[in-house]
């Protein structure tokens, strides 16, 4: 069975569409790119996901259990975890409240305590600031903070949008490297909206690209990069 | 007399700053200003009395001995402010505040007819706690015994209120929701209950104040809490919508600033201290419009 699967999926703001009737699954711990240019619909698509953008037809499954319709609360109590765009940090918790914010709903307090310290002992930096603003934390760390929240609910899937908004590229490759190395790690589902397909090409994985609120490619990212179907995608057909 | 300056401004700073907090707690994470909080602590200090038209109220519940009378009342006010939360302001979630603060000043004439169809119009008189009138001699002043309770009250209520904002789960969901509700949900925080426990804290603090205003005027009047519910308002403006720190502060600044006035302004200018008392607040906003204390998180949107 697929970890997560998009059945007919519409989204629409008033008369504009912002999605048009997707349909995909995504495996178990697969990774999966979301590419495509500005007001492609990849944050509606996530959003619709998460819960917090209402679908106007269509549903969305996890583990086979219907989604659309709950609150993002009830989705995110089902094991599913957002890293937000533009990261969404609370900048007036501490480091460490920030982390506590969704463990809430587990029941393993003690497996709490070690992913704590799991945390600390990946991003040192996060271990020493742990009773420092969180609003304090450059943007790289932000990121990083934003990252290992949504790892602390204990998710089985997790959507990542656009993790490399605003940061230097060498900051972006590190904030890469952590994701795969977590994803292995901890046998997760990733969603990742990335505007770089070239950067999805070298993470690696599967990748859709959209346009207009539609799927027009899906395949692997390594494959996209050198493919026509990318300059299609962001000029159109006249391209 | 300066002594006793310090404690007038003390206990009158500190009911302003409970009821700036009873505000402050559900703009804080429902952005709605709720106009209708004057109305709960209306409704806490009729809860007190047996309904009747007669000028002379009987004490119901207020006649009960003081803890079992505290807890009811609070109980009282906190259910109130849920149960107006689930029937007039849930099924609004999603509208814009500037709805949900009409919705609220429908909700607050509604309860003030209602206290005028159950108790009629008239001011009463109450006498609740009268021993606590007694002065004491603290150092050189004789201060009422009821303002050092005021006093030592709201000191114990803001200790326990920050220790809970920042030792409890609810704490924490509720400061995190204050910041930005739609991630706080997403990490799987619910809405429902960050919002009603907002709402018994407030309901319980407005009770708080009602309490507070019968034992200080031995009176019930259907209007008593609108005065306040201003100034509250007032004093989470100045100290920054949506900081709870913010509302404690200028809720003890302007009232303060309301007894210096009333001690220091010549005679014949004492019945205008309120125009003197919101030029300074005109004065503070002017100098920083966003508030004295505002976060960085919330702007006021209404």
């Not at chain 2, 107006?84 to 004439?109: I, K, N, T």
């Not at chain 2, 008189?125 to 009821?146: D, F, M, R, Y």
């Not at chain 2, 030792?167 to 509700?181: C, N, S, V």
């Not at chain 2, 919002?195 to 009047?221: E, H, K, N, P, R």
Request: charged letters at 15%; hydrophobic letters at 55%.
């Amino acid at each position: 069975m697929s970890k997560l699967g998009l059945f007919d999926l519409a989204v629409r703001y008033g008369k504009l569409t912002a999605l048009a009737n997707l349909s995909f699954t995504v495996a178990e711990g697969e990774r999966l790119f979301i590419s495509g240019p500005n007001g492609a619909g990849k944050s509606s698509l996530l959003g619709a996901i998460s819960g917090a953008v209402k679908a106007a037809h269509g549903r969305v499954e996890m583990d086979g259990e219907i989604l659309s319709g709950r609150a993002p609360e009830e989705i995110a109590r089902r094991g599913l975890s957002m890293v937000p765009e533009g990261r969404r940090i609370f900048a007036g918790l501490t480091v460490q409240e920030n982390l506590l914010v969704g463990t809430g709903q587990r029941r393993d307090r003690g497996a709490v305590a070690d992913d704590l310290a799991t945390v600390f002992d990946s991003f040192p930096i996060l271990g020493e600031r742990r009773h420092a603003p969180a609003g304090a934390l450059s943007g790289g760390q932000q990121q990083m903070l934003a990252i290992s929240r949504a790892l602390m609910t204990n998710p089985k899937l997790m959507l990542v949008d656009e993790p490399s908004l605003g940061l230097a590229p060498k900051i972006v490759d590190e904030v890469y490297e952590r994701l795969c190395a977590l994803q292995a790690l901890r046998g997760l589902t990733l969603v990742i909206v990335e505007q770089s397909s070239a950067r999805a090409a070298r993470v690696g994985g599967r990748m859709l690209l959209m346009r207009g609120g539609r799927i027009v490619a899906d395949g692997d990212a390594a494959g996209f990069a050198a493919q026509d179907l990318l300059t299609e995608a962001y000029f159109g057909d006249a391209a | 007399m300066s002594l006793q300056l310090v404690f007038d401004a003390l206990s009158l700073g500190g009911i302003y700053a409970i009821a700036a907090l009873g505000i402050a707690l559900i703009f804080g994470v429902m952005k709605l200003v709720n106009f209708a909080h004057g109305q709960f602590i209306a409704f806490a200090v009729f809860a007190l009395i047996v309904p009747s038209a007669n000028a002379v109220a009987t004490l119901g519940i207020g006649a009960l001995p003081a803890p079992l009378l505290i807890t009811l009342v609070l109980a009282i006010g906190a259910g109130l402010a849920v149960l107006a939360e689930r029937l007039v302001f849930r099924p609004l979630r999603d509208a814009s505040p500037v709805s949900l603060m009409v919705a609220s000043f429908a909700l607050g004439v509604m309860l003030q007819n209602l206290l005028l169809v159950t108790y009629g119009g008239r001011p009463k008189a109450v006498s609740l706690w009268a021993g606590l009138g007694a002065p004491v001699p603290v150092l050189t002043a004789q201060v009422p015994l009821l303002q050092l309770i005021v006093i030592g009250a709201v000191a114990a209520i803001l200790a326990g209120l920050a220790l809970m904002l920042k030792r409890t789960r609810i704490g924490l969901e509720m400061r995190a929701a204050a910041e930005d509700f739609g991630m706080a949900r997403l990490l799987g925080v619910k809405a429902n209950v960050v919002i009603s426990g907002a709402f018994a804290l407030s309901g319980a603090l407005a009770a708080v104040v009602a309490l507070v205003l019968v034992a200080q005027t031995g009176v019930a009047d259907v209007r008593m809490g609108g005065q306040i519910m201003l100034v509250a308002f007032i004093a989470t403006v100045v100290g920054g919508m949506g900081s709870l720190p913010g509302a404690v502060a200028a809720g003890l600044l302007i009232g303060a600033a309301s007894a210096l006035l009333q001690a220091f302004l010549p005679p014949e200018a004492r019945p205008f201290r309120d125009a003197f008392l919101y030029g300074l607040v005109i004065l503070v906003l002017l100098a920083r419009p966003q508030g004295l204390f505002a976060p960085a998180g919330a702007k006021p949107r209404v």
